[in-house]
């Protein structure tokens, strides 16, 4: 997947998943979002108890001050967070995904502000504080290095810029976090094979349940973002089944 893209904000060389992240549950988390191509938004919103949308929109919000600044959507897959970001009068936002095949979809669909870069979020091919916000939905999870990744975002974030990571969570409380860990892992793909009706091989909404396993508890992600960036906050939606965790530097004043 090595490759040039010209995005209009730099033309850079990506290196694709480096050897670190070949393993092939991460090809295969990849993998599963292209195959969910037709109905990954559609089936996201079911099976997040129709949170998702919401809870874009809400981490968006918190960006707002900065409509005609570079925004980073990592992982920004088929570009849902980044036609919410056009649509909501965000001028120029750069899509960064390992899946040229998402990439392309995105680019097509999406309105000329949106500029696609081929790459991880452990390794970001940006200049440091060459962004004012950096929005992450429903893909850190898949970030095989998340402390990489979360240096990574606070190094491209400018000191006026937050970050705001929207994702499935892991609740601290052993309870709630074992009723996250059956719906994720067992009802959701379920739920999910029943939508989808054949219109798919296979079930590739069953690849979120390893990357759920791996996932660190919302107390340690909030920590992780804290260390980087100085402040962080972590917002819990349906018991911590899914969070929004939102970073900036210390020494921006509160709201
Ligand atoms: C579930 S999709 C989320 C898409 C979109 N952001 C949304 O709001 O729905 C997760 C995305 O993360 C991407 N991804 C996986 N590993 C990544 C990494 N190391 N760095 C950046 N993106 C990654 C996947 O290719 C996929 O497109």
């Known amino acids: 997947m090595t490759g040039y893209l010209r995005t209009g904000f730099l033309t850079i060389q990506s290196e694709g998943p ?3 992240h070949a393993t092939d549950e991460w090809n295969s988390v990849v993998r599963a979002i292209e195959h969910a191509l037709p109905f990954y938004e559609s089936i996201s919103e079911i099976i997040s108890i ?6 874009r929109r809400r981490a968006i919000r918190q960006l707002e001050g900065h409509r005609s600044d570079w925004i980073l959507d990592s992982g920004t897959g088929p570009g849902t967070s980044s036609r919410m970001l056009l649509g909501d009068g965000f001028e120029k936002i750069v899509g960064v995904d390992p899946s040229s095949i998402l990439l392309r979809y ?6 000329p502000g949106f500029h696609p870069v081929l790459g991880v979020a452990e390794s970001l091919p940006f200049r440091s504080s060459a ?18 990744s979360m240096e990574e975002f606070a190094r491209v974030a400018s000191r ?18 074992k009723l996250i860990e059956i719906y994720v892992t067992s009802l959701m793909p379920i739920i999910a094979r029943f939508f989808i009706r054949g219109r798919a091989v296979g079930n590739p909404f069953r690849m979120i349940a390893p990357t759920f396993r791996r996932l660190a508890k919302n107390r ?8 980087e960036f100085g402040f962080a906050n972590l917002c819990e939606f ?8 939102e970073a900036r530097r210390a020494s921006q004043t509160r709201e």
Do not use: H, N, W, Y
């Not at 129709?50 to 809870?55: D, V």
């Not at 995105?106 to 309105?111: D, E, G, R, W």
């Not at 349906?238 to 965790?245: A, Y």
């Open 50 to 55: 129709g949170l998702a949308g919401p809870l």
């Open 220 to 227: 340690d992600i909030a920590k992780l973002a804290q260390r």
């Open 131 to 148: 962004f004012s916000g950096v929005l992450a939905c429903f893909s850190f999870r898949d970030v095989r290095d998340k402390a990489l």
């Open 18 to 20: 480096s050897s670190t």
């Open 238 to 245: 349906g018991l911590g089944g899914l969070v929004i965790v």
């Open 160 to 177: 006026e810029a937050r970050l705001e990571i929207v994702d499935i969570g892991k609740p601290d409380g052993t309870i709630r976090r």
């Open 106 to 111: 995105a680019k097509t669909v999406l309105s």
